[in-house]
């Protein structure tokens, strides 16, 4: 099956400062990589999602990009804000395996004032 | 608002009781998930559900069932609890299953479950 990696697991950046998670998985034949953040108490939310056709993506002060050769993906939060603090979870899905979304082990991000 | 409830928010068992975690879904998806998360191996998938009546099993199911008698309710039920299935479950759901285009998964606020 799919085995997902993430690093770093905890990430410390000043507030402005940018910050980048990275991913990387096994199956070439992933074709959908979204990430979630998941503030705390509560449970993961979709912040933004790219499919294998696309290298980047950017949705205000987060992007993703991807590099299917390498099979790795990247979230970048730019601008960062104390609210941006929270679990990162990267995941990343095939068509036609069933129901199986493969998750990042998680970046906590702490975004100091 | 529309969205996912789960119930329990948190429950202490102790080990050899069963339980079932509650979840039901308003959107009309015809998927749902069960995951439970562990510090350090992050969400891993426990049993599935494609549409009402049909299931199946993910990463890790060993301990756990499901039943999917309609669109909007997916119990997970704990036939005999052990420590090791301490842990916080989220139930989810996306329109369609992983794969189809619509993959978005919506989440559950979580039960934080702990087995003594």
């Known amino acids: 099956g799919e085995n997902v990696e993430q690093h770093p697991s905890t990430l410390s950046v000043q507030e402005g400062d940018s910050a980048v998670i990275k991913c990387t998985y096994s199956d070439s034949a992933s074709n959908y990589f979204p990430w979630y953040k998941q503030e705390l108490g509560k449970g993961p939310q979709l912040i933004i999602d790219?499919?294998?056709?696309?290298g980047e993506k950017k949705d205000q002060r987060i992007a993703v990009t991807l590099n299917k050769t390498a099979k790795h993906f990247s979230l970048h939060i730019t601008e960062t804000q104390p609210e941006d603090s929270a679990v990162y979870f990267c995941?990343?899905?095939?068509?036609?395996?069933?129901?199986?979304?493969?998750f990042g082990t998680g970046t906590s991000l702490t975004v100091i004032p | 608002t529309a969205g996912i409830t789960q119930a329990p928010t948190s429950q202490i068992l102790a080990a050899g009781r069963s339980m079932t975690l509650r979840c039901t879904q308003d959107?009309?998806?015809?998927?749902m998930y069960w995951y439970r998360q562990d510090l350090g191996l992050g969400l891993r998938l426990i049993h599935y559900?494609?549409?009402?009546?049909?299931?199946g099993k993910g990463e890790v199911p060993d301990g756990y069932s499901v039943s999917r008698a309609n669109t909007d309710d997916f119990p997970l039920t704990l036939a005999s609890a052990v420590p090791s299935q301490t842990s916080v479950y989220f139930c989810?759901?996306?329109?369609?299953?992983?794969?189809?285009?619509?993959?978005?998964?919506?989440f559950g606020s979580g039960t934080q479950l702990s087995v003594l």
């Open positions: 995941a990343a899905s095939r068509a036609n395996t069933g129901n199986q979304f493969y």
């Open positions: 989810a759901s996306s329109a369609n299953p992983a794969g189809a285009r619509s993959e978005k998964l919506f």
């Open positions: 790219i499919r294998s056709n696309v």
């Open positions: 559900s494609n549409t009402a009546g049909t299931t």
């Open positions: 959107m009309r998806h015809n998927a």
